[in-house]
């Protein structure tokens, strides 16, 4: 079964894994099927010269796929370095594209318009695929769904629209906020038809679908009204060295006291997937949607 391996870097500080270490760890994982790492966070542009880390994943044998998920801010200076290391893929989050909005979703001084900007900066580089992640929130940017597929009707973006999920602990989540992929659905059909599409590869968390105009692909990730458990095949490293196999994990698994060892680092990452049992988004319903305590995405990833 492919699995993918997600990473999370933010600002080096002592307990954070170097460099070697992570390599380490995604030789391993390498050598057990994984093909695919992404870089995310919290905000992986914050770890310096990370360009150096993906040149170092590229050059492992099994690797043929480095993905980066960023809010797109620090992104400008360091794009170029990043391709030329051999970043495949991007994806940037983008919740709205009027600036208030925007403003008071991300909590920045940043415009859309500027991250609007690196997107069309991406979309012609070489990059080989760029993805735009939208978060809907019921009463706060359900209104923005057209306009953004608009934004990038013509281009090669895929847009997907994200079940606004209860992640971590502090990100406020009521039930009463989903915005379930269906009525997006409904929203996009008043203005254009469109198709479903097959997934091209197993446990994919996006649902696929097509302008039927032109094939313009956009996706729906529905991880509150259709939970994909039983597909899931990620597993995230931490960048303080904790693999978790559930974005909605109570707890890792401390992998620092044999990273430096692969045979001994392979067999507990063998045994942390063999006796995985996560189904946090699955059980939500029938635990009438009650919020359990778990780690913060920005400290497993997104």
């Known amino acids: 079964m492919e699995q993918h391996e997600v990473m999370r870097s933010q600002n080096a ?17 390498a050598q057990l099927g994984v093909k695919k790492v992404r870089l995310t966070g919290g905000e992986p542009l914050l770890r310096k010269n990370l360009h150096l880390l993906v040149e170092r994943i590229k050059a492992i044998e099994g690797i043929n796929e480095i993905a980066l998920t960023t809010n797109g801010m620090l992104l400008p200076p360091v794009l170029f370095d990043l391709i030329e290391a051999g970043l495949d ?12 909005l925007f403003a008071q979703i991300t909590g ?48 090669t973006a895929i847009v997907r629209f994200i079940e606004f999920m209860d992640v971590g602990n502090i990100n406020h989540w009521q039930q009463a906020k989903v915005m379930p992929a269906k009525e997006v659905l409904r929203i996009i059909q008043q203005h254009w038809s469109y198709h ?32 994909f458990c039983d597909d899931c095949n990620r597993v995230r490293l931490s960048a303080d060295g904790f693999i978790y196999n559930c974005l909605f994990a109570s ?9 430096d060892n692969a045979n001994m680092l392979t067999e ?35």
């Open 89 to 100: 893929r991007v994806t940037i989050s983008l919740d709205a594209v009027e600036d208030p």
């Open 108 to 155: 920045t001084d940043y415009s859309a318009q500027a991250i609007l900007d690196v997107i069309d900066s991406c979309l012609a580089s070489p990059l080989k695929q760029v993805k735009i992640n939208t978060v809907i929130q019921k009463g706060l940017n359900e209104h923005q769904v057209i306009p953004i597929l608009k934004r990038f009707r013509g281009t």
């Open 251 to 259: 707890q890792g698994h401390n992998i620092k006291d044999v990273i």
């Open 196 to 227: 479903h599409k097959m997934p091209i590869n197993s446990g994919e968390v996006a649902k696929r679908y097509s302008f039927d105009d032109n094939n313009e692909e956009f996706g729906m990730i529905t991880s509150i009204s259709q939970p």
């Open 268 to 302: 507990k990452l063998q045994f942390i997937w063999r006796n995985r049992d996560n189904q946090y988004s699955a059980l939500r319903q029938k635990n009438n949607n009650r919020r359990s305590k778990k780690i913060e995405m920005f400290v497993m990833g997104g």
């Open 13 to 29: 500080t002592e307990h954070y894994l170097s460099f070697d270490e992570m390599i380490n760890v995604v030789h391993c994982f």
